[in-house]
Nanobody, 125 residues
Framework: QVQLVESGGGLVQAGDSLTLSCAAS?????????LGWFRQARGKEREFVAAINRSDGSTDYADSVKGRFTIARDDAISTVFLQMKSLKPEDTAVYYC?????????????????WGQGTQVTVSS
C-alpha cells in the first residue's frame, strides 16, 4: 500500500520560513519516481508549486514561488522536501506532495498517480 505523508505545516507570520516533508512508503524504488508539490487554497483549484525529476534532480517552480521555495529529495529515506522562505499570506493553502514513476518534470495534477493527504500552511500578515 502506497502512502505519502506530509508534515511540517503550521501557522507562521509573513516573512517566516517553513520546511515541509513528505515521507513515502510502499513505493518500490523511490528514486525512480518524479515528485511534486501542489497547493490548494480555500475555494480555489489545486495548483502546481514545485517538481523534481528523478536521477538528475532537475527542478521547476511556479512563478509565484520562484526564488523563495526549494524542492529537494532524499532517496535514501524516501522523502521529498519543500523549503519555503519569505512566506506571504497568499501562500496560505493546504500543501500536497505527489509522486509518479518515471522521468521528467511533471507540473499538472493529472500527471501524478499518488497523493498525500496534505498539510495546512497558514501565513498571517
Amino acid at each position: 500500500q502506497v502512502q505519502l505523508v506530509e508534515s511540517g505545516g503550521g501557522l507562521v507570520q509573513a516573512g517566516d520560513s517553513l520546511t515541509l516533508s513528505c515521507a513515502a512508503s510502499g513505493l518500490t524504488s523511490f528514486s525512480t519516481y518524479a515528485l511534486g508539490w501542489f497547493r490548494q487554497a480555500r475555494g480555489k483549484e489545486r495548483e502546481f508549486v514545485a517538481a523534481i525529476n528523478r536521477s538528475d534532480g532537475s527542478t521547476d517552480y511556479a512563478d509565484s514561488v520562484k526564488g523563495r521555495f526549494t524542492i529537494a529529495r532524499d532517496d535514501a529515506i524516501s522523502t521529498v522536501f519543500l523549503q519555503m522562505k519569505s512566506l506571504k499570506p497568499e501562500d496560505t493553502a493546504v500543501y500536497y506532495c505527489a509522486a509518479v514513476r518515471g522521468r521528467g518534470i511533471r507540473t499538472t495534477t493529472r500527471e501524478y498517480i499518488y497523493w498525500g493527504q496534505g498539510t495546512q500552511v497558514t501565513v498571517s500578515s
